[in-house]
């Protein structure tokens, strides 16, 4: 990741003063949007078409408060005025949501195209920067971790710029538009919603409290248990043989009993927070049943007045029922775009939190000052809690250097700097003094001298840590040197322009790292203007022609991730025909052979031999195993960060190596010896490796008990060294008759590889059995039994919910007749006006008073069901994941050794944790899932029927297109897009290469790929989406499709009863349609809230596969096993 960048910077700085995490560091709004404006004039008026189109979508939701409101008096008059108004309230839903649908569809389109457009620039500035950092910025900073945020932070830009930034604008206006309304409706009432307002979102984050909680105790827990597998897998073969297997099940079985208990310790509290949440939208329409008609029954007692205000000639009341109702709508609605809101808000956090990490790279530009890291001291933990026992902030934990990012001074994107045609190649260090940016203290070179003539191959060996290495990096100029100076031709390195001084230089390392593209074009990489004769050329002097040919495909076979396809000499060598195809002036071979076996390096070595003969370049060898340096004109000591002049000590040389490679050291150490160049001090067991030295000692018990030649210390006959070489030339003829190798080719130029994943995968799959995983839960039939008993509570309290909600609206638009009439006639059944008005006025009081009981009672069935719901479901789910874990890990740590080797450390803790976790989804949450979406829909269906059945039939009907209406909204509401924000990305596509170059960012560097590699991104991008726009238009037509179809849905039903209060006068009244209307429609919100938390059926079944393939499987060698025969 990125860090800070200040000139100083702590790795704490996270940490508030409490010790609590702060917020993440967030890019301004101005610096996220600039990588949207930046894209030119066109982006920008998208940009600002859609902000209108977000604007004018927001007013949606507030016309339909009106809309609403109004309607319930038009439908209330269907029976007595005709269809007429009816008819023109269905045609303006058609007009709203035709409306919200061109609306939803510009506003969308725009920014998605807005989006990426501007993801792409971000990405690509993003790349371009980090490939032009030095290495010491790459030390510092986590390569792998760097590489693997440019994806996921690139997507969450997107999706915060993209269609969120328009919902943004649309929620935040219907807010605003939606309490304007609700204030302009009935101050009154939107001022007593505002206050309850406060108690619903207590009890919200009581749920979000109270689950974080569970969740976090829970994973802490069961982070100990994951610790105990992860300790326990890894350290396999010692546990076994130690035989401390039921040790660490007793161990791993504590830690989730643990976890277990303080899981459903809270699960009463969290049933108690969640009834509570939709409790108090109950208690909320209990008080406005009783306010809103305080509001106007007592001026029906008073005046006659009309609350409906739908009766043609009445006088309507100050407050009315469709003013009541409108402000009520207008907060909620307005609630809920605030709500919606906070989606946006997160997404575009992250963006800015993204884009905050990819200015610190793009920001750091050449000239950028030094910069000290620090970090706390080992000891912090312990510091910070000696200093919160004495009030003291964590502010105070001592802080040490962590690194030195030095001043940005290597430029590969520079155009200045000197640049030869050619150069001779002679190299001059002068007393150069270096150490790396992550180890200030810790000097690697000295005071470093030495000079190389043009064309002449030196040698450099000496003890890890040494500088070897770091010599190489300096003159590839990854790094410059703290002090001293090393000049190239008479010329300080640092005056050359770097891009082309590395052109001129060839580097093969240690690990060849080859790209995920084919033969040619990896060689290619070494020169892009080779032809296909001079890449042939350079893997024929590579020794790589023969092998290359042998394919089906030639130079055109794919070498797969990191050259996976290809053995480890085969990358070598095309790594050296990269090289060769260059032609380059100086060679740098950096422990080219060491990473090899002994027939791979003997065919790479030559291939090295050959070249330093055909070519005479300036040569640098690196290397620890001597027979790379055999033909080196001169052999450097490094040690302590300096050459050691004439001094070099063999220790053991030859000791690890066959016969074949000691022949081959042997000669180069004999051509040491005779050259007299250096003293050179070996120590050795095999006395062939000593026969040419001028002295030998054998020591004995700490003293030289014989010295001299070889010649000398033979002609003794009972001597020491002569018994030692006498015994020494047996065992070599024993070794050569029992042990030779076979003559004939015995190299392999095409390793094959078993998939074992592949086959494994099937195993578990074929492994799945649904009966046997339900069965898994029934020694929780009781709690499930508990569970089920609150579901049906649960379930029913939505259909309920919608009959207690028509009373409610029934009362608000209870319609007062005129009287006396036109003819001066009073209501039938009543003396007098004031009889009939006052019989209207009590007749709605004590509905409301019913009716705020009625909602009472439904409170406390909620508070009851979710109770019970969650302690019986929770624990049954809690229970069979402890069994489920404990199981699993017995059955894990029970396999031979064998399992383990097929499989990481990393995937086997994790799945069980994983797979655990989601078996309880195909256990007792589908009982629950099915009671209470079957508790909510038979009853809302039954109601339905019984009050207007032909109505709940055209209802029905339309359930499934209302359906996929809302779960287009909900997705859009709950943040779904297209694609996963932390996605792996696929081999070559842009996330591919991003992770490629920065982890082999040497290779880019040496071989001046930056260019190259940001052409083969930037292509990548436009060819991961060719249809984008396409999918924009898509994305925003389903956006606004779903407000479309529901507002169309709303109009059919709206006008279909009132048809049936006209065509049924006698038979049904605006009560009746209102119950069949509202039993039927939250029913549905019950049945959508039953399966919210659905989890993915797919995953779940790999899951409960993987842990039956686990039980099942039988250990060849099963530790836990207690037959066969027992040893005393």
């Known amino acids: ?95 709203v949501g035709t409306y919200a649908l061109v609306a939803s569809l510009i506003q969308g389109w725009c920014f998605e195209i807005c989006a990426y457009r501007g993801c792409m620039n971000f990405r690509l500035k993003w790349f371009k920067a980090l490939l032009r950092q030095d290495a010491a910025y790459f030390d510092v900073h986590d390569v792998a971790a760097t590489a693997n945020a440019v994806g996921p932070a690139s997507n969450k830009f997107r999706r915060g710029l993209g269609r969120k930034f328009g919902e943004g604008i649309q929620f935040l206006c219907t807010g605003i538009f939606g309490l304007a309304y609700a204030f302009y409706s009935s101050w009154r009432v939107a001022l007593v919603v505002l206050c309850v307002i406060p108690f619903v979102c207590a009890s919200a984050m009581a749920v979000m409290t109270f689950n974080q909680g569970k969740g976090t105790r829970s994973a802490e827990a069961y982070s100990k248990a994951g610790s105990v597998a992860y300790t326990t897998v890894s350290s396999i073969r010692t546990v076994l043989s130690l035989n401390a297997i039921p040790s660490f099940i007793r161990q791993y079985e504590e830690a989730t009993s643990e976890a277990q208990r303080m899981s459903t310790s809270m699960l009463f509290k969290i049933g108690l927070a969640n009834g509570s949440m939709m409790g108090s939208f109950l208690c909320l329409y209990a008080i406005l049943s009783l306010y809103g008609t305080a509001l106007f029954y007592r001026d029906i007692d008073d005046t006659g007045c009309d609350p409906s205000a739908g009766v043609a000639g009445a006088v309507s009341c100050d407050s009315t029922g469709p003013e009541v109702f409108g402000s009520m709508l207008g907060v909620a609605f307005a609630a809920q775009g605030v709500s919606q809101f906070g989606n946006f808000s997160e997404a575009f956090t992250q963006a800015r939190v993204a884009v905050y990490e990819a200015l610190q790279t793009i920001n750091r530009l050449p000239g950028a000052p030094e910069k000290k890291i620090f970090k706390p001291k080992d000891d912090a933990l312990s510091m910070t809690t000696r200093s919160a026992k004495s009030n003291k902030s964590s502010e105070e934990v001592e802080q040490v250097l962590k690194a030195i990012l030095p001043k940005y001074q290597i430029d590969s994107t520079a155009t200045t700097g000197f640049k030869p045609e050619s150069i001779a190649g002679s190299i001059n260090v002068k007393d150069v003094h270096f150490n790396y940016p992550t180890r200030p203290g810790d000097p690697i070179l000295n005071g470093m001298n030495v000079e190389i003539a043009a064309g002449q191959t030196v040698a450099f060996v000496g003890s890890s840590g040494g500088g070897k290495s770091t010599i190489v990096s300096l003159l590839e100029r990854f790094y410059d040197p703290l002090s001293g100076v090393i000049e190239l031709d008479g010329k300080d390195l640092k005056e050359y322009n770097v891009t082309h001084l590395r052109r001129m230089i060839g580097y093969v390392g240690q690990e060849p790292t080859l790209f995920a593209t084919t033969i040619r074009g990896n060689i290619r990489y070494g020169n892009p203007d080779a032809t296909d004769e001079q890449v042939e050329e350079a893997a024929r002097m590579a020794n790589a022609h023969d092998f290359i040919s042998a394919f ?78 055999r033909n080196a004109d001169k052999i450097h000591v490094i040690q302590g960060g300096k050459v050691k002049p004439k001094l070099l000590i063999l220790d053991e040389a030859t000791s690890a190596l066959d016969n074949e490679s000691e022949a081959v050291v042997q000669a180069a150490i004999d051509k040491l010896m005779e050259s007299r160049s250096q003293t050179v001090i070996v120590i050795a067991h095999r006395l062939s490796t000593i026969r040419n030295a001028d002295t030998i000692a054998y020591i004995g018990n700490g003293k030289v008990l014989e010295q001299g030649s070889h010649d000398e210390l033979i002609s003794r006959p009972h001597g020491l060294y002569k018994r030692l070489f006498d015994s020494s030339r047996m065992k070599s003829n024993l070794t050569t008759l029992n042990g030779s190798k076979a003559d004939g080719d015995t190299s392999t130029e095409v390793e094959e590889e078993i998939n074992w994943e592949s086959e494994i995968e099937k195993e578990q799959a074929s492994a799945f059995d649904a009966a046997r995983a339900r069965r898994l839960a029934s020694p929780d039939a009781f709690f499930i039994m508990i569970g089920s008993i609150g579901a049906v509570l649960a379930g029913g309290v939505f259909p309920a919910w919608g009959v207690i909600f028509s009373e409610t609206i029934d009362l608000l638009f209870r319609r007062v007749e005129v009287c006396p009439d036109a003819n001066g006639d009073v209501i039938d059944g009543f003396g007098s006006c004031q009889d009939y008005w006052k019989s209207v006025a009590d007749e709605i009081q004590d509905g409301s008073f019913k009716v705020s009981v009625y909602w009472l009672c439904l409170l406390i069935g909620c508070l009851i069901g979710n109770i019970l719901v969650f302690w019986g479901f929770g624990h049954a789910s809690e229970r069979l994941s402890k069994r489920v874990r404990d199981s699993a890990f017995t059955a894990i740590i029970r396999q031979d050794v064998a399992f383990f080797d097929k499989r990481s450390i990393g995937r086997v803790t994790s799945e069980l944790q994983d797979d655990a976790a989601r078996i309880q989804a195909f256990c007792g949450e589908p009982i629950r899932q099915l009671i209470v979406a079957l508790s909510s829909v038979l009853t809302g269906v039954t109601i339905s029927l019984v009050f207007m059945w032909q109505f709940a039939l055209l209802a029905i009907g339309c359930v499934p297109v209302m359906g996929f209406a809302t779960s287009i909204e909900m997705k859009t509401f709950l943040g779904e897009d297209i694609g996963n924000v932390n996605a792996a990305d696929e081999l070559n596509s842009p996330g591919g290469i991003v992770v490629e170059t920065l982890l082999n960012i040497r290779t880019v560097s040496a071989l001046c790929l930056e260019n190259a590699r940001y052409e083969n991104y930037k292509q990548a991008l436009l060819n991961a989406e060719p249809n984008h726009r396409r999918d924009a238009f898509m994305g925003g037509t389903m956006a606004g499709l779903s407000m479309f179809i529901q507002q169309w849905v709303n109009a059919l039903q709206l006008w279909f009863g009132g048809y049936l209060l006209f065509t049924f006068p006698e038979t049904y009244g605006f009560k009746d349609f209102l119950i069949s209307n509202f039993a039927i429609l939250f029913s549905l919100f019950g049945l959508g809230a039953a399966f919210q938390d659905a989890a993915d059926t797919t995953e779940v079944k790999k899951s409960i596969g993987r842990i039956f393939y686990l039980l099942d499987r039988e250990s060849k060698i099963d530790p836990l096993s207690t037959a066969g025969k027992k040893l005393d």
């Open 1 to 95: 990741m990125a860090v800070k960048d200040t000139s100083v910077e702590t790795s704490s700085q996270g940490e508030s003063s409490k010790g609590r995490k702060s917020p993440p560091p967030q890019a301004s709004v101005s610096e996220t949007l600039r990588f949207v404006f930046e894209c030119g004039l066109s982006t920008q008026l998208l940009f600002a078409v859609g902000a209108i189109a977000g604007v004018a979508n927001g007013m949606v939701y507030p016309a339909l408060a009106y809309l609403f409101s109004s309607s319930f008096s038009d439908i209330s008059a269907a029976s007595n005025d005709g269809l007429a108004q009816v008819r023109e309230l269905a045609y303006t839903f058609m007009i």
């Open 552 to 629: 089906t495909d030639g130079y055109d076979t794919q070498v797969g991730d990191k050259g996976s396809q290809l053995s480890g000499g085969q990358k070598q060598r095309i790594a050296i025909a990269r090289v060769l195809v260059g032609n380059p002036r100086i060679l740098l071979l950096d422990e080219a052979t060491s990473a090899l076996d002994a027939e791979s390096e003997l065919v790479v070595q030559d291939a090295l031999d050959s070249i330093l003969q055909k070519k005479k370049i300036t040569t640098i060898i690196i290397a620890h195993r001597l027979s790379t340096i």
